[in-house]
């Protein structure tokens, strides 16, 4: 019989091949490609060199203060300004995360405005945003803003039954009036596709924007019109092969190979109605639109937007550094987020309360002897949160051993062993079966339980 | 495999060993510790509280009582006669625990603890050496790694398991390799108000093992249904042998098997060619068949099937009468139960005309019967009554869907009062989930299987179908062909291990009657002229040589050779050419036979599998072995109906058959040849490879031939 | 130091930790079989050799420690490491 399997020998080896070029731990998990992805477009087969990702100009842009705020209360002027600064600090010098942009009808919108810049960073630039009314400009001119969004939506939902439009004729040229206005008025329009994945693109999209770039044509680059692609319901679809108008590879492909808009002038904003939001914000990234539009935390209308920090930790594995970029301001800003009630759930990503926490006992055992084994990446450095262990009647002594050498700051060979803790697992173990304890122990009775059963100890490390 | 401890058939069940495990009189823990939660107190706790009804030793050495029950420092240290030990002691003492086994003279033991095979060459070392205690104390010996036992017997109320409740009583009982599955199985068992008889983890299997359990459920007369979850087989034969006598004959019980995972040899048996072509599961799928071991795809399937059979008589036949009160899902269940093989019964004259008097003119009084949405509890009746009176009706499915005039609990209970007394088996689909459940709990209460989807009904019934007509084929004993062993073996016996020359290869084909056509082994020119000359052209020449394996890489082959002057010098470039490039081989001499007319390549394959013992493989060559993987197993040797079904049961068999305008090949030829190949390699232990690649198959009236042939010894 | 205190203070850290009777403690008694440890006593055990005899002992290879004498011999083999002075 023929051998027709590619033989698969086993690399013996007594040193652990952990894979460092794509796990550095003191980054995020790598992100590498090999070779193009080819995507069927109109029946011809296009290349996309994803990889090239690496060397473009990709940024993140933010809309907690917009879209971020339809979703809740309104945030006080003080929070918004705290917000801005952290969001400076995650930015970085390099202005990874690029603009944010404001609403501008009240006084507290204005006052906001100004004080974040009075704090003088350069990055997030603040943008406007206002609705397709040409009187609205004013606003934008007052306020001494470049750019603006302005809401131009594009499928025929919006068209006919929100907007109330009679043919999309009448609808393009309402919509034309008022980015001539804008032009005239000397601000740069940002053009939002509002909820495009379910719009005709062919029939709409694309003329519209062909007009759009008409009407640039000869305008100094800071004047000439951007592009924001709204995924307004969550709709698109990050598969090689997906049909438009869901197909996120192929709208950027026609808006920035057929009309012509650069990748620079090209903007992502997704909505989490499937769970897909950040993926399809990365997709956007990867098939040639530039800045992705982000809110902190992901809180927006609905399921919220792609987060902010979940853009952040791809831009970095994509890029391969830090590129500037503070990531522990990530934390800073949960921190805020919560002081203001505002909730992150425990499990939530880089950010909730027990993202990096084990609580069974045998994954405590495996952090003990090699902290990587049951983390993400350095999240101590990365976001100031070494790996922690939440002590239950299942944390045994391994896991109270863990948890003391993280409490008080032990790193290798100075991490306690758990003959030391002996006393205190005891104490753990009796509040349960002795007890009959039910909740997990907090950080603040063990520590008081150290210091009183490990008074040497607590002296020396406290 | 070694069977620790293999009970002669003959005892009766009141003093067969394995009583003492699963019918103790009194049973000790050892081990156990104070702390709930851990698995020592939760075992012991589990005994106790299930209602026990024997008495329960608890041993914890330092410890006066555990649970208010006095404790004991040794089990040696107990007054009383211990049938089963249940140890829970970290692996590092249970030698020690085992041998005071041994010393109390306690027979029957479960190792609850992990720590053994699982863990690596270590643990494999020490589940050895309590394997080795056991049969020194001839101790029956369950796990090292299991869950543990449950009997739910009312006269034992055995819970000797992690499980935190007991199942209820019922006709099935479950084997687990698994210990975790095993747990999970339990809970969704109770959700589905599914009763078992005896639940049995079994772990590492370092004593009983499932073909000891099963020989066991066979003689309990609690059980009617024996379902078997594996990880991996160790006695591939055992297991048959074990399973054909307790599904067929008198007393015969049903046993649906999951089998996950891979036997450590898988890996091994890939690297070898059989084994890579479909791996292991494919011949394990091979082992079920013959065994008349009905094989699910999931939990699921596994109780749904053994709902039916352990609450229903077994149906006569394939024909199934529906009736129910809406169109839907009548057309529904119609075409689940024909794709799953049933038959939709014709109704005999008389049946038609009772349901036309009893049914309103709206009605369908064919097959699927409906007695329309606002049919009261009398029509339901009356359908039933009629269609179970029908000798046409092998088996029936009611369906239902709540309407809001539909009186759900007097149809459920008009139901089974129609079918009590009935030989049919009947199962019920009543739709929905709330507003049905009454009725179905009506249902289940009178033994009546209950399924949400008709389509799952039709499932389970398709299961019994299987489990019907392999009880139905007669068994056949094995009918050796005629062969000339003797001459076989005085070319085996005398051989070196490693590839035979082909021309003994086929000298050992010869023997056992495959069509090996006339051949030479030549060692001169002159000889392979002459030769060549007195079979008539065209012909093949074919190197000898123990040292080259891929002929014609190494152009070791010359093919339809139309003279002598072309024989001659493909011979002189062929020992020239292998002199260049492969100097050491030794060459035997050149094989010369002529040219076989083309017809289809089919492959014959047999390989000798550490747990299955010898294979056969059969595939059609090309493409369809080399890309689809299109080939079939079974176990050597094989009579003609295996053989046919291997044969006729490849995906491309219409290749064979002869498509689109190509001749047919001898089908009957190519099944001979297998099953003499089979043969071949059960008598012979030291061939551990054959592969007849290809065997040539022509038309009926010119048959088979054999075109190369490789045979490993051992 | 002498074997015979190394011997008692062992019984003694056995007995507390344990909550067994010292009559139960004998050179050959296995902490878990004839004792009935727990895991976290096995811990336990440690950390009250090492109060009891002002030494540290390396986590692994204490709590491989099986029986009662070997605990002794163990111990006497660290102490004698760590400046403790033991008279045989």
Not at chain 2, 384 to 404: C, F, R
Request: aromatic content about 8%; glycine content about 8%; charged content about 25%.
């Amino acid at each position: 019989m023929a051998d027709v399997k590619t033989p698969h020998p086993l690399v013996d080896t007594t040193e652990p091949n952990l894979v460092e070029d794509v796990y550095p731990y003191d980054l995020p998990p790598l992100i590498e490609f090999e070779g193009p992805v080819v995507e069927t477009i109109d029946g011809r087969a296009v290349e996309f060199d994803l990889g090239a990702v690496k060397d473009r100009p990709i940024y993140i842009t933010d809309t907690t203060f917009r879209d971020g705020q339809q979703a809740r209360p309104p945030y006080t002027v003080d929070q918004m300004v705290h917000i801005y600064d952290l969001m400076a600090r995650i930015s970085g010098p390099g202005g990874v995360v690029r603009q944010t942009e404001f609403f501008l009808y009240t006084k507290n919108d204005r006052e906001t405005l100004d004080r974040c810049r009075a704090l003088g960073h350069t990055y997030p630039e603040c943008t406007g945003w206002i609705r397709a009314v040409k009187g609205d400009f004013r606003l934008v001119k007052q306020a001494g803003l470049a750019e603006s969004g302005l809401l131009t939506s594009s499928s025929d939902y919006h068209i006919f039954h929100k907007l109330k439009f009679k043919s999309r004729r009448q609808c393009m040229d309402s919509y034309c009036a008022v980015v001539d206005a804008a032009l005239e008025a000397g601000v740069r329009p940002r053009c939002h596709l509002e909820d495009v994945t379910r719009a005709d693109i062919d029939g709409f999209v694309l003329p519209f924007v062909d007009r759009l770039m008409e009407m640039s044509r000869g305008l100094p680059e800071q004047q000439t019109v951007k592009i924001r692609l709204c995924d307004t319901m969550g709709f698109g679809i990050s598969y090689p092969g997906a049909r438009l108008p869901r197909s996120i590879p192929k709208l950027i492909y026609k808006l920035n190979r057929e009309c012509g808009v650069p990748s620079d002038r090209l903007e992502w904003h997704g909505h989490n109605d499937f769970h897909k939001v950040h993926a399809n914000a990365a997709t956007a990234w990867l098939y040639g639109c530039d800045f992705v539009n982000t809110t902190v935390f992901g809180f927006g209308e609905r399921t919220g937007n792609p987060p902010l920090e979940g853009a952040v930790f791809e831009y970095i594995a994509l890029k391969g550094d830090l590129c500037g970029i503070d990531t522990t301001a990530i934390t800073a800003l949960a921190e805020y987020m919560r002081s203001i009630g505002l909730p992150i759930p425990d499990n939530y990503p880089f950010a909730g309360r027990a993202f990096n926490v084990t609580r069974a006992g045998i994954h405590a055992g495996g952090l003990r002897q090699d902290e990587r084994i049951y983390n993400i990446f350095d999240t101590a450095k990365l976001l100031g949160r070494p790996p922690r262990v939440a002590i239950t009647d299942k944390s045994g002594t391994d896991g109270v051993a863990l948890w003391v050498s993280e409490f008080f700051g032990l790193k290798g060979g100075e991490q306690i062993s758990k003959i030391k803790c002996a006393k205190l697992a005891r104490w753990v173990i009796d509040q349960y079966e002795v007890e009959g304890r039910l909740t997990a122990i907090s950080d603040t009775e063990l520590e008081a339980k150290t210091r009183e059963l490990m008074p040497d100890f607590w002296q020396k490390f406290k | 495999m070694a069977r620790l401890t293999k009970y002669s058939t003959d005892e009766g069940p009141g003093d067969y060993p394995r009583d003492r495990i699963f019918r103790p009189k009194s049973i000790a823990v050892m081990g156990v510790t104070p702390t709930p939660g851990t698995v020592p107190y939760d075992i012991f706790h589990n005994i106790l509280s299930s209602g026990y009804t024997g008495v329960l030793y608890p041993v914890a050495p330092g410890k006066r009582a555990i649970s208010s029950v006095r404790a004991y420092r040794y089990l040696t240290d107990i007054e009383d006669d211990v049938d089963l030990a249940v140890i829970v002691f970290p692996a590092a003492v249970c030698e020690r625990a085992l041998t005071m086994c041994g010393q109390k003279g306690v027979k029957g033991v479960i190792v609850i603890s992990a720590g053994f095979r699982e863990v690596g060459p270590e643990g494999a070392e020490r589940e050895q050496r309590i394997r080795d205690i056991c049969k020194d104390y001839d101790i029956s010996l369950i796990g090292p790694n299991c869950l543990g036992v449950i009997n739910t017997d009312p006269e034992i109320r055995l819970n000797a398991s992690f499980a935190r409740k007991m199942p209820a009583e019922g006709r099935i009982a479950f084997l687990s390799q698994s210990g975790a599955l095993g747990t999970a199985v339990l809970d969704y068992a109770r959700a589905k108000n599914i009763g078992f008889s005896k639940f049995i983890s079994f772990g590492n299997k370092a004593g009983v093992t499932e073909i000891g359990l099963l020989d066991y459920l066979y003689k309990d007369d609690k059980t009617d249904v024996i379902l078997l979850y594996l990880e991996e087989l160790r006695d591939g034969r055992g297991l048959i042998e074990e399973a054909k006598r307790i599904t067929r004959g008198p007393n015969a019980k049903p046993i649906l098997a999951i089998k996950a995972g891979r036997t450590p040899q898988g890996a091994d048996a890939a690297s070898s060619h059989t084994g890579s072509l479909a791996g292991e599961d494919a011949i394990c799928e091979a082992v079920f068949r013959e065994a008349g071991i009905i094989r699910v795809g999931s939990i699921e399937d596994l109780f749904d099937t053994a709902l039916l059979l352990a609450n229903q008589p077994m149906p006569s036949g394939d024909r199934v009468a529906i009736i129910t009160n809406a169109g839907g899902p009548g057309v529904m269940a119609t075409d689940a139960a024909v794709s799953v093989g049933l038959e939709m019964a014709r109704f005999a004259p008389e049946t038609t005309d009772r349901l036309r008097a009893a049914l309103p003119a709206a009605a369908n009084v064919k097959n699927p019967v409906d007695v329309i949405g606002d049919a009261p509890c009398g029509r339901y009746e009356a359908a039933l009554e009629a269609v179970l009176a029908d000798p046409e009706v092998d088996q029936v499915l009611v369906i239902l869907t709540p309407q809001s005039m539909t009186d759900i609990d007097a149809i459920a209970r008009g139901i089974v009062r129609i079918h009590a007394g009935s030989d049919k088996p009947l199962a019920c689909s009543f739709m929905g989930a709330c507003d049905v459940q009454s009725g179905i709990d009506i249902l289940q209460a009178a033994h009546i299987p209950h399924y949400i989807l008709p389509e799952w009904a039709c499932a389970a019934m398709a299961g019994v179908q299987r489990i019907r007509r392999w009880r139905d084929t007669p068994l056949v004993p094995f009918q050796p062909l005629a062969v000339d062993q003797s001459a076989a073996r005085a070319v085996i016996d005398p051989a070196p291990s490693g590839y035979l020359p082909e021309d003994q290869a086929l000298a050992v084909l010869a023997a056992y009657g495959l069509p090996v056509p006339p051949h030479r082994l030549c060692r001169s020119l002159e000889e392979t002229v002459a030769f060549a000359d007195q079979l008539g052209y065209p012909v093949v020449l074919r190197v000898v040589s123990p040292h080259i394996i891929h002929k014609f890489e190494l152009k070791g082959v010359a093919l339809d050779l139309a003279d002598a002057d072309a024989v001659a010098a493909a011979y002189e470039a062929m020992i020239a050419n292998i002199g260049k490039v492969m100097p050491a081989a030794e060459i035997c001499g050149v094989l010369v036979r002529p040219m076989i007319p083309p017809g289809r390549e089919v492959i014959l394959g047999a390989k000798r599998d550490p747990v299955f013992g010898p294979t056969l493989m059969f595939g059609v060559g090309g493409v369809f072995v080399e890309v689809f993987r299109d080939v079939t197993f079974g176990l050597a040797p094989i009579d003609a109906g295996t053989a046919s079904r291997m044969v006729r049961g490849i995906r491309s068999i219409d290749v064979l058959r002869g498509a689109r305008g190509t001749e047919a090949a001898d089908l009957a030829g190519i099944e001979g040849c297998l099953r003499r190949v089979g043969q071949l390699v059960s008598d012979f232990e030291r061939i551990a490879e054959l592969d007849v690649n290809p065997l040539i198959a022509g038309p009926a009236e010119r048959g088979c031939a054999v075109a190369d042939v490789r045979i490993r010894l051992e | 130091m002498d074997k015979q205190q190394i011997e008692q203070g062992v019984v003694k850290v056995v007995c507390q930790v344990l909550n067994v009777d010292p009559g139960m403690v004998q050179p050959e008694s296995n902490f878990v079989f004839d004792l009935g440890a727990e895991s976290v006593q096995s811990v336990e055990l440690v950390a009250g050799f090492e109060e009891e005899f002002g030494i540290e002992m390396d986590e692994d290879a204490a709590l491989s420690v099986e029986t009662v004498g070997m605990a002794v011999e163990f111990i006497t083999k660290v102490c004698k490491e760590q400046g403790v002075e033991v008279e045989e």
